[in-house]
């Protein structure tokens, strides 16, 4: 089999990208192109990889992978972006699907899973990890009758997960006010004054 997949990266952890770059280069269709630290780099440089496919970091230092989706469609509208991430949120996800990411990997994914994630993105599927895929078929299955904004949806699905206020704050990079608010607005819009009646009430109408 001949290496005709060709692939680069974008991750700025030396470590993890230079793991990747091996691991990717032993697999027998796939030839690594190019990688890079950051965006901005990658960004004067990567039209000339034309690669066929795209491993993206979400969090990057400068540029985002998220912010940098459609500067990187518009230089690559045929090749496959694949995200790569620590965190499962929804936000990010919907955001990365609706900017023209083809899948959405978490990091812990083993290595033989991104291999076939690159095969079967270049075949025209879709790959995501698992918990990615059954938060976003439960999206679907949400009421549509939701009083909560998309951000406050978030926010109450980390509460459910049993993260702390200030563990929300870090991981959707706003402070710990915001946060407050929003929870004061989703116990009010539903109508509750604890966090369990709040998480009771939205499971029960499928807010979450």
């Known amino acids: ?37 950051n965006v901005e780099d990658a960004l004067k440089k990567i039209g000339e990889d034309k690669p066929d496919v795209l491993l993206l970091d979400i969090e990057l230092p400068g540029i985002s992978g998220i912010d940098a ?5 518009k230089i690559l509208p045929e090749t496959y972006i694949l995200m790569l991430t620590v965190y499962e949120q929804a936000n990010n996800i919907f955001r990365a699907l609706g900017t023209g990411a083809s899948g959405y990997l978490t990091k812990n ?8 994630a690159i095969r079967e993105v270049m075949e025209g599927g879709g790959p995501m990890s698992a918990n990615i895929a059954r938060m976003v078929i439960s999206s679907f299955q949400r009421s549509d009758q939701s009083p909560l904004t998309r951000r406050e949806t978030e926010i109450l699905e980390h509460i459910a997960e049993g993260k702390s206020r200030k563990k929300i704050a870090e991981e959707l990079f706003i402070d710990l006010e915001t946060v407050k608010s929003h929870i004061k607005n989703i116990y009010q819009k539903l109508d509750v004054h604890s966090k369990e009646d709040a998480l009771k009430t939205a499971k029960e109408q499928k807010f979450i």
């Open 109 to 116: 994914t083993p290595p033989e899973k991104v291999i076939a």
């Open 69 to 73: 989706l459609p500067k990187l469609k």
């Open 1 to 37: 089999m001949t290496k005709n997949i060709k692939v680069s990266l974008i991750e700025d952890d030396t470590t993890i990208r230079e793991g990747y770059v091996f691991l990717l280069g032993n697999a027998t269709d796939i030839n690594v192109v190019s990688d890079y630290s």
